[in-house]
T-cell receptor, first 122, second 112 residues
Framework: DARVTQTPRHKVTEMGQEVTMRCQPI?????VFWYRQTMMQGLELLAY????????DSGMPKDRFSAEMPDATLATLKIQPSEPRDSAVYFC????????????????????FGAGSRLTVL | GQQLNQSPQSMFIQEGEDVSMNCTSS?????WLWYKQDPGEGPVLLIA???AGELTSNGRLTAQFGITRKDSFLNISASIPSDVGIYFC????????????WGLGTSLAVNP
C-alpha cells in the first residue's frame, strides 16, 4: 500500500531549539496538508500546498513556523525557536484533490495521513 | 465559524456490543467523512458520504448522512477489541472546500 512517510516519529527537544519535521507524500498526490493534534484543540490545519505551492498557511503561527515543499517528494515543517506549547503530534496528509477550491468533493478527494511526529518541547 | 460536535466524547463497551456515535453542526455540510485513528497512528478514512439521506456500509460499520445535512451517524455492530481508537467526523469548509473541519472525536474502548 502507498503510504505517507513522516520523520522523525518522536522528537524531544529543549525550548529555543529548531525542529524540522519531514514528510514524503504519496507519489502522484498533488496536495499536502500539515495538521497539529492536541487533546484540547483536536486536529488543527496549519498549512497546505497544492502542486508544491503554498495555498493557505493561515493556521500557522508565522513568527516561528514555516512550511515548504522543496520538491514533489518532500514537505517540511520547521519550528524556530520551539516553545513548550508547541508540544503536539504533527501530521502530514496527502491527497489527489481535483477541481478548484469550490469543486465538489468526490471519492478522489481522500486524504491519506502519515503516522505523525510526536514533538515534546521541554 | 463552522464547527462539528461529536458525541459521546468517550465510550467504554463490552466486546460484542453495538456502538452508535454522532456528529452534528449548526451549518449544512455537503460531504461527511468518518475517520478512525488507532493509537500512535494517523487517521484513516472509514466512510465518505456525499448525499443527504445516504446510508453507506463498510463491513460492520454503517454511516448515514442526515437528511437535514447538519448531522451524521456512525454505527459499529458487534464490536471487537480492534475497534478501539478515536473516531472523527469531518466535512469540507464552506468557504474553502479543500479545508476540512474536524470534530474532536469519540474515543472508544472495548473490553474483551
Amino acid at each position: 500500500d502507498a503510504r505517507v512517510t513522516q520523520t522523525p516519529r518522536h522528537k524531544v527537544t529543549e525550548m529555543g531549539q529548531e525542529v524540522t519535521m519531514r514528510c514524503q507524500p504519496i507519489l502522484g498526490h498533488n496536495t499536502v496538508f500539515w495538521y497539529r493534534q492536541t487533546m484540547m484543540q483536536g486536529l488543527e490545519l496549519l498549512a497546505y500546498f497544492r502542486n508544491r505551492a503554498p495555498l493557505d498557511d493561515s493556521g500557522m503561527p508565522k513568527d516561528r513556523f514555516s512550511a515548504e515543499m522543496p520538491d514533489a517528494t518532500l514537505a517540511t515543517l520547521k519550528i524556530q525557536p520551539s516553545e513548550p506549547r508547541d508540544s503536539a503530534v504533527y501530521f502530514c496528509a496527502s491527497g489527489l484533490v481535483l477541481g478548484g477550491l469550490a469543486g465538489a468533493w468526490s471519492g478522489a478527494n481522500v486524504l491519506t495521513f502519515g503516522a505523525g511526529s510526536r514533538l515534546t518541547v521541554l | 465559524g463552522q464547527q462539528l460536535n461529536q458525541s459521546p466524547q468517550s465510550m467504554f463497551i463490552q466486546e460484542g456490543e453495538d456502538v452508535s456515535m454522532n456528529c452534528t453542526s449548526s451549518s449544512i455540510f455537503n460531504t461527511w467523512l468518518w475517520y478512525k485513528q488507532d493509537p500512535g497512528e494517523g487517521p484513516v478514512l472509514l466512510i465518505a458520504l456525499y448525499k443527504a439521506g445516504e446510508l453507506t456500509s463498510n463491513g460492520r460499520l454503517t454511516a448515514q448522512f442526515g437528511i437535514t445535512r447538519k448531522d451524521s451517524f456512525l454505527n459499529i455492530s458487534a464490536s471487537i477489541p480492534s475497534d478501539v481508537g478515536i473516531y472523527f467526523c469531518a466535512g469540507p469548509n464552506a468557504g474553502n472546500n479543500r479545508k476540512l473541519i474536524w470534530g474532536l472525536g469519540t474515543s472508544l474502548a472495548v473490553n474483551p
